[in-house]
Each structure stands twice: as C-alpha cells, then as structure tokens.
C-alpha cells in the first residue's frame, strides 16, 4: 500500500514539474519574441533619427516621438530578468 502511494505522489509530481518546464518554455519563447520586436523598433528608430538627422537643416530638430528615453532597454531587461526566474 505504501508503495502505491509512493509511486501515485512521484506520478503526480512528474507531471507537475513537465507542467512548470512547460509554462516556463512558453514563458521564455513568448519573452524572447517580446525582446527581439524590441530591438528591432529601436533599430527601425535609430534608422529614422539618422534619416531625421540629415534633413535637420530644414527641421532643425528631431520631432519629441524620435527621443530615445531608455523605456524599450529598461522592458527588456524585466523581460529577461522575468523570465530567468520562471
């Protein structure tokens, strides 16, 4: 009888800890498509500041939606620091 219990509680925690590596697999994957759109918004502005950048003789400054204030870095850097403890 105690082996029954003992082999039902190692059943039930297998298919606990392949539920969590699951979640945590779909978590990162999710966080990495999160983190790679990111970069490329930051890339896609950086490529309009410097389009922005050479007509400056006619704007004489980037518009304020161009300013850079750090926020994507700092949402990636949750992301990451997230899902690492997942």
């Not at 697999?25 to 498509?33: E, G, L, Q, R, T």
């Amino acid at each position: 009888m105690v082996s029954t219990l003992t082999q039902r509680i190692a059943a039930l925690n297998t298919q606990s800890v392949a539920k969590v590596k699951k979640v945590q697999s779909d978590f990162k994957s999710k966080a990495d498509a999160i983190t790679n759109g990111l970069t490329k918004v930051n890339a896609d502005a950086e490529s309009l500041r410097a389009l922005f950048g050479k007509r400056s003789k006619l704007i004489k400054r980037s518009p304020p939606a161009m300013k850079d204030n750090g926020d994507g870095a700092k949402i990636a850097s949750a992301i990451r620091g997230f899902a690492d403890l997942v």
